[in-house]
């Protein structure tokens, strides 16, 4: 019999957790063959809405999901959790920039960071999509001293994603052949989605695009405003799409990246491209199938892109700067 691996989700009750929290218990994120624990946590006053999420889930007679728990604190829902999915938090409206969510949501990782370090288990593994997500990460980070750092990771899948969808678009190759596209810095309008080592159908897409004004800017600032575009059209901040980006990021975590590509994953900098170590920053990264991953560090990058990471680089440091006194 398999052990059943304990995935706690915050913001259970929420539109993202409804996107997700079917297909973890359908064994998308885990595989077919992984029977999981859900640990839903949410706050008193979504409740009520939790336990008719629950209903659903059991309505699905799931065959490998073993139990579901509810919780509405942390401390509670995070025991024995071998993953933690920080979704919960408020999503920004129309005419604000993530980091004006810094206020609202920050204080909330102070309280997730001591859970996940006095509750969860050994060998826990933490990703958090909550906005500002790297910052965000941050702080739960400083705040569970006796977790090792590398565990901590925000998700920058999307915006891969993202990129990955435009430069298919563009030029007309499937995006089961695109490989290479490397998200860095935060997941904000200053990310910087490195397209030079990209691959489309085995040629770099600067040659299969031969477009490198597109590249530089229109691609750019598109996958940069796309949660913004899509909040205005929407009326509510990308849900099904942010869900599917976040079952990936854990998938692939324990998943090894074949060789010749790679993901991206905000993770905290070793000093990597000249950033500064400990904030958590996008980079593409490897992982060996067991839950670790490496950064990849032979990227040679030109004046254009060292200029970007430098910009993305400078407004973590800023959101750091604002959160100081919820790090430790
Ligand atoms: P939502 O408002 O639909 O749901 C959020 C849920 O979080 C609510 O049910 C709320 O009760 C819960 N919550 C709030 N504080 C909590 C706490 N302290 N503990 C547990 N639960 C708590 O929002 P959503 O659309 O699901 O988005 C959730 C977050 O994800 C937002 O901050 C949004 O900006 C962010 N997001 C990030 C990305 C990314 O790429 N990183 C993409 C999309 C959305
Ligand atoms: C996204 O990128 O869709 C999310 O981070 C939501 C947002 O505020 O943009």
New binding site residues.
Partial sequence: MTKPVRVAV?????????SLLFRIAAGEMLGPDQPVILQL???P??MD??KGVVMELEDCAFPLVEEITTAD??FD?FDGANIVML??????GPGMV?AD?VEA?GP?FV??GKAINDRAADDVRVM????P?NTNCLIAMNNAPDVPNERFT??????QNRAKSQLSTKSGVAIKDISNMAIFGN?SKTMYPHFFDAQLDGKAATEAIDDESWLKEDFISTVQGR?KAIIEARG????A??AN??LEHVRDWFRVTPEDDWVSMAVPSDGSYGVEEGLIFSFPVRCDGEGNYEIVTDLELNDFAKEKIKITEDELKKEREIVADLLK
């Avoid at 958090?128 to 906005?131: A, D, I, P, Q, T």
């Fill in positions: 915050t913001g259970a009750a929420g539109s993202i957790g409804y946590v949410e706050i006053p979504a809405a939790l604190n942390p829902g979704v919960g938090g408020k999503p920004r993530r969510l949501n909330i309280d997730q958090v999509v909550g906005n997500c925000a998700m920058t899948r999307l915006d997941h949660g509510a901040s990308s849900a799409s942010a980006a976040a």
